[in-house]
């Protein structure tokens, strides 16, 4: 079992920066790959990043490349993601979510674990 809590959001301008954290609790949360995803009313879950258990390997939604970094520190077990030139699209709920299946995934049903999310606004 894992519990996962994130923190960070808020409401930001546009081209600005936010740094989301997700804590994770758990006897092996720090052996779980991670993701990011992001809701907003009326739209699909949507994929934003994700690393695996070791910090080495990562995976970005095309919209969010070169923009975000998602990086993990092991000892903390917190995994976070850096949004830098945030866009008003930008704006919703993300969530952290963890998986035991390897690789980096971007479909959220392979996840297993989820937190409550942290509202992210980005104003034009």
């Known amino acids: 079992q894992v519990q996962l809590a994130e923190s960070g959001g808020g409401l930001v301008q546009a081209g600005g920066s936010l740094r989301l954290s997700c804590a994770a609790r758990?006897?092996?949360?720090?052996?779980?790959?991670m993701g990011w995803f992001r809701h907003t009313p009326g739209k699909e879950r949507e994929f934003v990043a994700a690393?695996?258990?070791?910090?080495?390997?990562?995976n970005y939604a095309d919209s969010v490349k070169v923009r975000f970094t998602i990086s993990r520190d092991k000892a903390q077990n917190t995994v976070f993601l850096q949004m830098n030139s945030l866009k008003p699209e930008d704006t919703a709920v993300y969530y952290c979510?963890?998986?035991?299946?390897?690789?980096?995934?971007?479909?959220?049903?392979?996840?297993?674990?989820w937190g409550q999310g942290t509202q992210v606004t980005v104003s034009s």
């Open positions: 690393i695996n258990w070791s910090g080495g390997i990562t």
């Open positions: 758990g006897r092996t949360a720090s052996y779980y790959n």
């Open positions: 979510a963890a998986t035991f299946r390897t690789g980096v995934r971007p479909i959220p049903s392979e996840y297993d674990y």
